[in-house]
């Protein structure tokens, strides 16, 4: 879904900390607006390799559902590709998507607040890109792991924290958890093996810290993780191009571009996985 065009600040558009700035939702305005709000980084975007941020993520296939039930409802997209913990608070990754001297946590307490019971849904994802270099040149730096889990950690509290006060009115709110796209390195040999399995530790590690704290701000949780198989070393499943592949490696095969092209965000039908995770949280 496209932002179709900037409606007045009598309808639903949030002027930016006075800059003048509006942010359209997506959808038709309505006498009782309604609407959606997806935060996040790449996945919340729908990034893919080429293309590069896309209509075709989980955020739009969820808006789909939830709009096919709903017609009046409308999407506020406001995720951005690369997205921290820490710049989704400070700013400073998307300066095209927000206006300066602000960030996505920011635009995101300012829409909450000027519509106020009017926010239907809240999706959120955030906190991979803390960890995303702790799995690099063959092996997992636990140093880096306990410092991007110790980021998440202070840094997810602050974001939800201030969105549940901008609304304190929740509307239906969940966080997503993370598949692994380091199940990759299976396919590279024993060391790769090693490195996979080691990689799960890590997701677990930071999917535990952050469902904890969805669930303390009365989040839904997404579980995506599980969805993608993530632990399932020991069941075997056929997988086209690759062979008889363990079955957490082979869902990162199938519905990501990590095999394929060495990137770790999901393919059409990887988001569409991931929303139907979140349908079944938000229903």
Known sequence: MRVRRILSSASIAVAVLGAGVALAPVGHADAAPHYYVALGDSLSRGYMPGPGDTDQGYVDDLYATLHAKD???????????????????????????????????AVAEQFLAAN?????????????????????????????????????????????????????????????????????????????????????????????????????????IADVATKFRSTEFLTMRATPGYGLLPTNVSYICQYTYMCSLQNIHANVAGYQLIADEFVKRLA
């Open 116 to 220: 106020k019971s009017s926010v239907s849904y809240l999706t959120l994802d955030i906190g991979a890109n803390d960890v995303a270099s702790c799995a690099s040149g063959g092996s997992i730096d636990p140093v880096c792991v306990t410092q991007g889990i110790a980021t998440i950690t202070l840094n997810l509290k602050t974001i939800l924290d201030r969105l549940t006060a901008a609304d304190g009115k929740l509307p239906k709110s969940a966080g997503m958890n993370y598949y692994d796209p380091f199940l990759q390195s299976w396919l590279t040999g024993v060391q790769g093996q090693v490195v996979a399995i080691a990689s799960v530790g890590l997701l677990e590690a930071v999917n535990t810290v952050e469902a904890t704290l969805y669930s303390l701000s009365n989040f839904k």
């Open 71 to 105: 017609p009046s409802l409308q999407l506020v997209k406001l995720g951005c590709s690369g997205e921290t913990t820490a710049s989704m608070i400070n700013g400073g990754k998307c300066t095209d998507r927000y206006p300066v001297g602000t960030s996505q946590l």
